[in-house]
């Protein structure tokens, strides 16, 4: 749910959904080809694409909504099977963020629960487990398998993006409220670290129980991981290590009459060393800081010279994070 300029965002154009840009992710038509094999009926197969992308339509426009009346910005809506790649920016408040990432799967949740009045228990109660996959039923009208394909599709929208994990709702929303606790690089440290672990994880529990779709999401998230730390971590190249240090560093008067080290424990050899690390972290996040505001500087003039039309999706998301970064920290 955030904006490249890479492959994994590479998508075809759709027109504008209430003034924001739609585009369409190459994986739709991969995810309907897999459902028309899965199902084993180009027809069903169909039908259940159909019903997925008005769910993710309908997940993004309710994030939309809360965007623009909360004051914040959307200006681009990427779709996927699963949600949206561009990030919703709501106006800087950690709640009126919080409120905004949890209309999409709130949305879903109650697309799922109106299916239940067309529903018996007996129909829905086996799709509560995605993991079941969706039984087809032998001379079913066509209305109640497109009712059940609806439940089980926004069932699975619900629960996926309630994950502590980027690109979902859930991992926006906890990287939003890290921001708010530790540094810029430090929660995106932590987030790409969970990312990886939990996706490496998922793709391993695919393997072992035959699940090529958990399978397949989870690579997706290991790839968005790694395309993660390479964009945000150019900066970080000094290791933290004590290769680095010189031991032999003290002042003179710390010496006794024999040339050795009056307080040469451990403890205090550590805390130096520690002092200088948090110091060069320090140094590497001012500069870091300084480069975006040169690089903010640069694309206002572009903006204000030939306008919106010029600026690039990254330059767009950097100004987006900027903007969010600074109001979120004004707030608290």
């Given at each position: 749910m955030?904006?490249?300029?890479?492959?994994?965002?590479?998508?075809?154009?759709?027109?504008?959904?209430c003034g924001a840009r739609l585009r369409l992710s190459f994986l739709f038509p991969v995810a309907a080809l897999a459902l028309m094999w899965r199902l084993e009926d180009p027809a069903l197969g169909l039908l259940a694409c159909g019903i997925l992308l008005f769910s993710v339509v309908i997940h993004e426009l309710a994030h939309l909504l809360l965007v623009r009346a909360s004051g914040?910005?959307?200006d681009e809506i990427h779709l996927w099977p699963l949600g949206g790649l561009s990030e919703p920016y709501g106006r800087g408040y950690l709640a009126d963020h919080a409120r905004t990432l949890a209309a999409g799967p709130m949305m879903n949740f109650v697309l799922a629960a109106s299916c239940l009045l067309t529903l018996s228990s007996s129909e829905w109660l086996p799709l509560l487990n995605p993991l079941n996959g969706f039984p087809i039923v032998a001379g079913e009208h066509i209305i109640s398998t497109a009712c059940?394909?609806?439940?089980?599709?926004?069932?699975?929208l619900f629960a996926v993006n309630l994950l502590p994990l980027t690109p979902f709702d859930g991992g926006i929303w906890l990287r939003t409220y890290l921001n708010t606790r530790?540094?810029?690089?430090?929660?995106?440290?932590?987030?790409?670290?969970?990312?990886?672990?939990?996706?490496?994880?998922?793709?391993?529990?695919?393997?072992?129980f035959d699940r090529s779709v958990i399978t397949a999401v989870a690579a997706f998230v290991v790839v968005l991981q790694i395309h993660e730390s390479l964009r945000w971590y150019e900066v970080v190249t000094t290791s933290d290590d004590f290769t680095d240090y010189d031991f032999s560093e003290r002042e003179s008067d710390d010496r006794s009459p024999d040339g050795f080290?009056?307080?040469?424990?451990?403890?205090?050899?550590?805390?130096?060393?520690?002092?200088?690390?948090?110091?060069?972290?320090?140094e590497r996040e001012t500069a870091a800081r300084?480069?975006?505001?040169?690089?903010?500087?640069?694309?206002?003039?572009?903006?204000?010279?030939h306008g919106r039309e010029s600026l690039s999706t990254r330059e767009i998301h950097l100004l987006k994070e900027v903007s969010d970064r600074y109001r979120n920290r004004q707030r608290h």
């Open positions: 955030y904006a490249t300029d890479t492959i994994l965002m590479f998508g075809f154009p759709l027109g504008t959904l914040g910005e959307m059940r394909f609806a439940f089980f599709l926004n069932v699975i530790f540094s810029e690089v430090e929660s995106r440290d932590l987030m790409v670290r969970l990312g990886l672990v939990l996706g490496i994880l998922g793709m391993l529990v695919g393997f072992v080290p009056e307080n040469s424990n451990n403890a205090d050899v550590l805390d130096r060393w520690q002092k200088r690390q948090d110091q060069e972290r320090l300084e480069q975006e505001e040169r690089q903010v500087d640069d694309i206002l003039k572009k903006l204000h010279v």
